[in-house]
């Protein structure tokens, strides 16, 4: 497989996606021909109103979902011709999420939670290495009713990175935080791109989480507005929402 941290070699290619939900009268075209790029190692924001097809799109490019229409390339691979149990291979093994509610197990420890995954992947992070990873060392004997949501977050940051995914999907991430703790997040998916070259792609209502990204995909009416490359990033510390 190509690496992943060559920028030049995109990791993902898009081509033509639409997704159509239901039939007859209760039709949705939730996509409408999404074509795009996403390079090995990039931070990606992905804003648009609510509706506009940004989690179909994440779906997808995850293979929680497939498209109805279109191709979704990954390296040499196209999701598009994946059987079912291909893609649970693919999931498990090259894509993490991370999602608004964080799904831990209430009565295992922060450390513990990450090992349920490291203990079926491949070639893990240390458990323990992944929690520093996301600045919760001196937290990982906690259990999650011991820690604050963005704390809890950043578990479920560890616990889908410890796999060492080629690309993290975060759908609102801080969408159930205050800016502290929603900042501390983002300063944990900062760090998960530089630290392990994994690409980060966030869906986001706070639009000033753009300035962190080298990419910014704006979402509307199932398709792609534009796409604005940032010259400069700012860091996670430095967003005001
Ligand atoms: P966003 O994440 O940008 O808010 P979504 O991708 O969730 O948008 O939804 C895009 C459109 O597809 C919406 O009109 C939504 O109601 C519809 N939709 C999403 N998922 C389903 C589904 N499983 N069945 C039917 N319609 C859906
Ligand atoms: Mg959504």
């Known amino acids: 497989m190509a690496n992943p941290l060559d920028k030049s070699n995109p990791a993902f290619h898009v081509e033509g ?3 159509v939900y239901g039939s007859g009268a209760s039709t949705v075209h939730a996509l409408r021909g999404v074509t795009l790029d ?3 190692g990039e ?3 992905l804003l648009g109103a609510s509706g506009s097809g940004k989690s179909t799109l994440l779906n997808i490019l995850g293979g929680l979902d497939r498209a109805t229409e279109g191709h979704v390339h990954f390296f040499d691979s ?6 079912d149990h291909d893609l649970t291979l693919y999931r498990r093994q090259h894509v993490g999420f991370v999602f608004q509610f964080y799904n831990l197990m209430p009565s295992l420890t922060a450390l513990e939670n990450v090992e349920l995954v490291t203990e079926i992947a491949e070639n893990p992070l240390d458990p323990a ?3 520093a990873l996301v600045g919760l060392t001196e937290r990982m004997h906690h259990f999650p009713a011991q820690l604050s949501g963005g704390e809890q977050q950043r578990v479920a940051i560890a616990r889908a990175i410890a796999k060492r995914p080629t690309a993290l999907f975060c759908d609102e991430p801080t969408g159930a935080l205050d800016s502290v703790t929603g900042r501390a997040v ?3 998916l900062q760090d998960v791109n530089e630290n392990l070259g994994t690409i980060v792609l966030i869906i986001t209502h706070a639009a000033a989480t753009a300035e962190m990204a080298d990419r910014v995909i704006h979402f509307a009416d199932g398709k792609i507005r534009d796409v604005v ?3 400069t990033k700012k860091s996670a510390e430095e967003i005001i929402w």
């Open 17 to 19: 996606v639409t997704k």
């Open 38 to 40: 996403l390079p090995g």
């Open 43 to 45: 931070l990606v924001v």
């Open 78 to 83: 196209d999701l598009a011709d994946m059987d």
């Open 129 to 131: 290495e992944a929690l």
């Open 186 to 188: 983002l300063r944990a």
């Open 229 to 231: 490359v940032n010259k």
